[in-house]
C-alpha cells in the first residue's frame, strides 16, 4: 500500500509551533494569491500608479493574509496551531487596523470613491472568517467575491477611478471575473483536500482498470492529484500577476 500521507492540514504548513505557527496562519500561498489579484486588476486600468498598487496590495496583504486569517483560525482553529487567543486577536486586529490606515490616506491622497470599498472590505473580512450571521457570508460564493472579484476591483479602482472607455471596461470586467473563476476552481480543488487532511481517519479502497491493474487508493493516492493542481494554481496566478503589470504599455 502506498504511504499514507503527511498530517499537516494543509500542503504549505509548516511543523507545528513558534514562528512557524506564524508563517502557517497566514496561509502563503493563498495570501501571494489574494494580492496577485489586485495587480491583475490594476493591469486593466488605462495607467499603473505604483505608490497605488503597492498600497493596495499591502492593504490586502494586511486585512486577508494577517487579519482575516488570523480570523480564521480563532474560529475553530482549522490549522491546528498553537498560538494562543490573545495571539490570533493581536493578529486580527492590527491587520484589519492597518489596512484601514491605507484605506483612510488613500481617501484624502487618491479619492473619497474609495469609501465603499474600505467599509466593504471591513465588513466582509469577518463576516466570512467569524461566520457572522449564522454563516450567511461563510460561502463559496463570497469567498470567490471578495477574496478574487473584490481584490481586482479594487486594484482596478484605485488606477482608473472610473469607466474611460469601452475597452477599459471589458478589460476590468475580463481580469475581476477571471480571478474570481479562479478562486472558484481552488475552492473546487481545496475543500475535498481538507476532508482528506483534517476530517479523514481512514481511508481504504481499489480502483480497477480496463487492463485488470489494481490500484490501491488510501488519502495519499486522492489528495496528491489536487495538491498538486492547488500548488500549480498557486504558483501561476502571481506569474500571471507579474506578467499582467510588467506588459501593461
Given amino acids: 500500500m502506498a504511504p499514507e500521507p503527511d498530517q499537516r492540514p494543509a500542503f504549505y504548513a509548516l511543523r507545528p509551533g513558534g514562528w512557524r505557527d506564524l508563517v502557517t496562519v497566514m496561509h502563503p500561498p493563498y495570501t501571494l494569491w489574494n494580492v496577485s489579484n489586485v495587480a491583475i486588476g490594476a493591469a486593466a486600468a488605462p495607467n499603473i ?21 488570523a480570523m480564521d483560525e480563532l474560529h475553530g482553529r482549522p490549522l491546528g496551531t498553537q498560538l494562543s ?22 481617501i484624502f491622497v487618491v479619492s473619497p470613491t474609495l469609501i465603499p470599498l474600505i467599509l466593504f472590505g471591513a465588513f466582509i473580512a469577518p463576516a466570512y472568517n467569524l461566520e ?23 486594484g482596478w479602482w484605485v488606477n ?6 469601452l ?30 487532511r483534517r476530517r479523514t481517519a481512514s481511508l481504504e479502497g ?16 486522492m489528495s496528491a492529484p489536487l495538491d498538486g493542481a492547488l500548488k500549480g494554481l498557486a504558483v501561476a496566478v502571481p506569474l ?4 499582467a503589470v510588467a506588459a501593461h504599455g
Fill in 240 to 243: 500571471l500577476a507579474v506578467f
Fill in 167 to 196: 475597452r477599459e471596461a471589458i478589460a476590468a470586467a475580463a481580469a475581476i471575473l477571471a480571478c474570481t473563476f479562479l478562486v472558484s476552481v481552488q475552492r473546487r480543488l481545496s475543500t475535498p483536500v481538507r476532508e482528506l
Fill in 160 to 165: 482608473a477611478l472610473g469607466i474611460h472607455s
Fill in 85 to 106: 487567543r490573545r495571539t490570533l486577536v493581536g493578529l486580527s486586529v492590527g491587520g484589519m487596523a492597518g489596512a484601514l490606515a491605507i484605506g483612510v490616506v488613500g
Fill in 132 to 154: 457572522w450571521f449564522g454563516g450567511h457570508f461563510h460561502t463559496d460564493f463570497w469567498l470567490a467575491a471578495s477574496w478574487a472579484g473584490f481584490s481586482a476591483f479594487t
Fill in 206 to 221: 481499489e480502483q480497477r482498470m480496463t487492463d485488470g491493474t489494481v490500484r490501491e487508493l488510501d488519502r495519499a493516492t
Fill in 49 to 69: 500608479y505604483a505608490v497605488r498598487l503597492i498600497a493596495a496590495m499591502a492593504a490586502f496583504f494586511l486585512a486577508v493574509g494577517i487579519g482575516a486569517h
